[in-house]
Every structure is written in structure tokens, then in C-alpha cells.
């Protein structure tokens, strides 16, 4: 069964604007999260963890263990922002489990 | 800075072949990892090890299989590449903490004809 989902495998935005990528997941213990990025021609890299609580170039993600989601935002937008973005769950130690992945595209 | 460095960045083989991708990091990380990322299916982990000489198996084993002699380097091996098995193919490190986040190397993309 799916542990991590990414509803959307495509979002476009206008330079500005709101942006909020969407992560579901499944899991009966503690969860531990994370947000990866993947930029044009770079490495995959780790965008932030829900344990620090941190912002990075602009965006937040909160864990709510209530609806069991893990949405990353940004209030503006930019077009450097645009890359593909994939949320992950740690199981069994260091295991990350990975959703499908979303493909954001910032519009000048 | 973490190096995760995978021996090539394109390869093609034939349909029946056996295949090595090498994998080699140079931060003394005890865990490995290999996931294979295709469109739409996200990244999908295939084995992974937590030290030298162990391996454990993933989501998607089957086809492939692992080796690690040393510390610093972790092979993915397709023992008979078949056309399904074209994907392209990441090895992550990290530290032997849970929170530790992954460093990736920057990938081949392996086709099979």
C-alpha cells in the first residue's frame, strides 16, 4: 500500500503567487517527513524536515497528524522555484519512502 | 560536502545482459541506497544497507541485487537486464541516524534494448 502520496504530479503557477504541494501519508507510528527537490540537470537534495521546523528559500511545510499530511507552501511563488518536488517517510530507521513526485512549474 | 558518486551517467545494454552500476561515497556514511525513479512512480527503493557485507531488500528486489565489500561503496547488479529495467538509477548515502537526511548521487540512466 501507498505510504506517501502526491496527489498532484503537475502544478503551474504565476510568479507571485501561492504555491502548496500536497503530501498524504500513512503511517501508524511517529512520523518522521521530509521534503526532497530536484532541480533542472541537479542532484536530488534534501528542501527541509519537519523536525526543524524550518523555513527554506521561502517555503514551510507542517505536519498535521490529524488529516495525516505533510503540505509544503510558499506564500510567493518564484520562478527558480520550479523543479520537482518529492515528499518522503521514514520507516524502519533510515528508509525513506517516497511519494510520486510533483512537477512544479513557476510561470513568469 | 558529501560526494555520492555513480561510475557512469548513460549506459546501454542488451536485453539478457548482466549489468553493474557502482556506487561509491566518500563521508564514511554507514547506510546505502539504491531507488530507481521513473515518471509518475516516484523514486522506488530497491535494496539498501546499513553496513559492510549487509543488504537488505526494498520495495522492487526483484531482477536485481547488491553488494557491498566496503564501506564507501554499494553495487546495484542486474543479473539478466530485461527492456522493464530501463529507468534511471540513484544511490543515496546517509548517517546511521534516522534523522540523517540522504545525499544522492547524480544518477544513470540505464537503457535496455
Known amino acids: 500500500a501507498q505510504r506517501v502520496t502526491q496527489p498532484e504530479k503537475l502544478l503551474s503557477v504565476f510568479k507571485g503567487a501561492p504555491v502548496e504541494l500536497k503530501c498524504n501519508y500513512s503511517?501508524?507510528?511517529?512520523?518522521?517527513l521530509f521534503w526532497y527537490v530536484q532541480y533542472s540537470r541537479q542532484r536530488l537534495q534534501l528542501l527541509l524536515r519537519h523536525i526543524s521546523r524550518e523555513s527554506i528559500k521561502g517555503f514551510t511545510a507542517d505536519l498535521n497528524k490529524g488529516e495525516t499530511s505533510f503540505h509544503l507552501k510558499k506564500p510567493f511563488a518564484q520562478e527558480e522555484d520550479s523543479a520537482m518536488y518529492y515528499c518522503?517517510?521514514?520507516?524502519?530507521?533510515?528508509?525513506?519512502?517516497f511519494g510520486e513526485g510533483t512537477q512544479l512549474t513557476v510561470n513568469p | 560536502d558529501v560526494k555520492v558518486t555513480q561510475s557512469s551517467r548513460y549506459l546501454v545494454k542488451r536485453t539478457g545482459e548482466k549489468v553493474f552500476l557502482e556506487c561509491v561515497q566518500d563521508?564514511?556514511?554507514?547506510?546505502m541506497f539504491w531507488y530507481r525513479q521513473d515518471p509518475g512512480l516516484g523514486l522506488r527503493l530497491i535494496y539498501f544497507s546499513y553496513d559492510v557485507k549487509m543488504k537488505e531488500k526494498g520495495d522492487i528486489p526483484e531482477g536485481y541485487s547488491v553488494s557491498r565489500e566496503k564501506k564507501e561503496r554499494f553495487s546495484l547488479i542486474l543479473e539478466s537486464a530485461s527492456t522493464n529495467q530501463t529507468s534511471m538509477y540513484l544511490c543515496?548515502?546517509?548517517?546511521?541516524?534516522?534523522?540523517?537526511?540522504?545525499?544522492f548521487g547524480n544518477g544513470t540512466r540505464l537503457t535496455v534494448t
Open positions: 503511517y501508524s507510528g511517529s512520523p518522521e
Open positions: 563521508m564514511d556514511h554507514e547506510n
Open positions: 518522503a517517510l521514514i520507516e524502519d530507521g533510515s528508509r525513506l519512502t
Open positions: 543515496a548515502s546517509s548517517l546511521d541516524r534516522a534523522e540523517s537526511p540522504l545525499h
